[in-house]
């Protein structure tokens, strides 16, 4: 499957204005070629309403097909604009498709001058890699647009075929249709086409609506690491790089490294694999972490987002990284499938539960019977997926499984054997339905000759992860993102800095349980 390209930053985001629109004249029926390059009037006066999901969702495949069936004058769906009282121009509908005619005309597939400067110069690798695949299989199947131009220059070097089609996209262009009316004309036309065409989820909807309070602001800032288009940007200078920093300091905690599939690695990122649909996944992340604050009202200052994003950093590093507080949960155990897929459910539970570890004062509980929780959770992580299907969602199960732990938890420290913990949860009412675990191979009528990419994740997983480094202290597994070198022998009893008198250590471990 090819991947998603990046055209976000072709179109500029703007608030929608909550003025009665004024008539201003004749509008355009039709956008052409002209009209979509860098320094035209007409592109630098359309934007996106804040809350339009990002422009990411076309592979390069699609984005070739696209231009394609506009070089050859197929039948194109109108562009649905509206226009502000202050004169500004809204896309309600068709931004990818007026951003993959802007791409190929300015040769921007997510790394060019407009994403350039719209990103300040830090885009990211792998939208780099993505771009380039992009642009080189446009190259190969339609050309590029300077190749069309150079064909009505110089005609004699060029194959008739390509001439022709230059020729012809002189006079190419989209239709035009505008919505008429004040800001909730145009509100109400954008929600009634994207419902139709591609329904939005409840998250979604809360995203939009309530973009202007902190919660949102963080979610929208961790997404884009600080960077893309500033939905903060009326609060002072000084807020803005504070939220900023914040946010790429959370986003490498949660994305960081880098996931590659098939695993071939226990370096993994706490979230899996960061892409156009991770926004969901961060929002309910900072609602969690924020389960205590009230977000009934627009931040003005900035202030509200500031304490925001703060707790969610306290949390994630909490759950897995090298700051002193952190229980280092390594997340190939915790929060991904045998198989290498990011299970939401799991690190929404595991969230949840590290919060209230903090909140409790039981950290120190945790640690002392950590080894064999996990071996507990690992050997039955497939019930976890059973409490979320009878919770109907992630989030709707997020405490019941958090209370499932709680009860591994408990049940060790009242003494229970760990291989009985299991049944001894299941004679409980709240976990009677709870099945039997059955660890033997899925068998298949007919098995394939080669490994699928989940089979070779799976293998990897469980051979590297029964040879991982652990803990010295709680016998924990050991993640890159959380690991403390620790003084076996104190430095104020005498301890020196000597290989001898070293062992790896979560940093909770190391600084808190220890001391």
């Known amino acids: 499957m090819a991947e998603k390209v990046n055209l976000d930053a072709l179109i500029p985001r703007e608030d929608l204005e909550a003025t009665t629109c004024v008539q201003r004249g004749r509008k355009k029926d039709t956008v052409s070629i002209s009209d979509l390059l860098s320094d035209s009037f007409f592109l630098l006066n359309i934007y996106k309403p804040d809350f339009q999901r990002e422009t990411t969702e076309w592979d390069y495949e699609k984005i070739s097909s696209f231009v394609d ?5 197929e039948l194109i769906p109108a562009i649905i604009l509206w226009q502000s009282s202050g004169g500004n121009v809204f896309v309600i509908d068709g931004a990818h498709r007026l951003s993959s005619l802007i791409a190929w005309l300015n040769d921007d597939y997510g790394d060019g001058i407009i994403s350039r400067k719209f990103y300040d110069g830090n885009i990211p690798e792998e939208q780099l890699l993505i771009a380039n695949k992009t642009r080189k299989y446009i190259q190969k199947k339609i050309g590029s647009y300077q190749q069309y131009k150079n064909a009505l220059t110089n005609p004699d070097i060029y194959d008739q075929s390509v001439v022709m089609k230059a020729r012809l996209l002189s006079n190419a262009a989209i239709q035009l249709q505008w919505v008429e009316g004040d800001v909730s004309s145009a509100e109400r036309s ?6 139709k065409a591609a329904p939005i989820n409840p998250t979604e909807i809360d995203l939009i609506k309530s ?52 695993i071939k690695t226990l370096d993994v990122p706490m979230c899996g694999k960061h892409n156009s649909n991770s926004l969901t996944l961060i929002y309910e992340f900072v609602n969690i972490c ?8 627009i931040d003005v200052t900035g202030d509200e987002t ?58 120190n509980l945790f640690i002392k019977h950590r080894k064999n929780f996990e071996e507990i959770y690992y050997a039955n992580s497939s019930l976890v997926q059973v409490i979320v299907r009878k919770s109907r969602s992630a989030l709707a199960g997020m405490r019941n499984v958090s209370t499932f732990f709680y009860e591994i938890l408990t049940l060790l420290e009242s003494g229970i054997q760990a291989d009985a913990v299991i049944n001894e949860i299941r004679k409980k009412s709240e976990f009677a339905y709870l099945p039997e ?5 899925t068998l298949f009528e007919e098995i394939p000759a080669d490994f699928s990419n989940n089979q070779k994740s799976e293998i990897f997983i469980t051979e590297a992860l029964s040879k991982a480094p652990c803990c010295k202290i709680c016998g924990g597994l050991l993640h890159r993102n959380a690991i403390s070198v620790d003084h076996i022998e104190r430095k104020q009893d005498g301890g020196k800095a000597t290989i001898e008198n070293a062992q790896l250590t979560h940093p909770y471990c190391n600084t808190g349980v220890k001391n």
């Not at 924020?290 to 009202?297: G, Q």
Request: with cysteine.
């Open 69 to 73: 069936s506009f070089i050859g004058y």
């Open 190 to 195: 954008f929600f009634n086409i994207n419902q």
């Open 211 to 262: 973009r202007k309070k902190a919660n949102c602001i963080s979610a929208r800032a961790i997404m884009r690491m600080g960077m893309g288009h500033k939905y903060w940007v009326n609060f002072e200078e000084r807020v803005q790089t504070q939220i900023e920093e914040l946010s790429k300091e959370v986003f490498e905690l949660m994305f960081m490294p880098k996931l590659s599939t098939p």
């Open 290 to 297: 924020n389960s205590e604050r009230n977000f009934s009202d």
């Open 306 to 363: 500031i304490a925001c994003l703060k707790n969610v950093r306290k949390i994630a590093r909490l759950i897995n990284s090298n700051h002193p507080s952190s229980l280092g949960l390594h997340p190939l155990a915790y929060f991904y499938a045998r198989n290498g897929a990011f299970r939401v459910s799991a690190f929404y539970a595991f969230a949840a539960f590290v919060i209230d570890l903090e909140k409790n004062k039981k950290k």
């Open 437 to 441: 675990i059955n660890h033997e191979w």
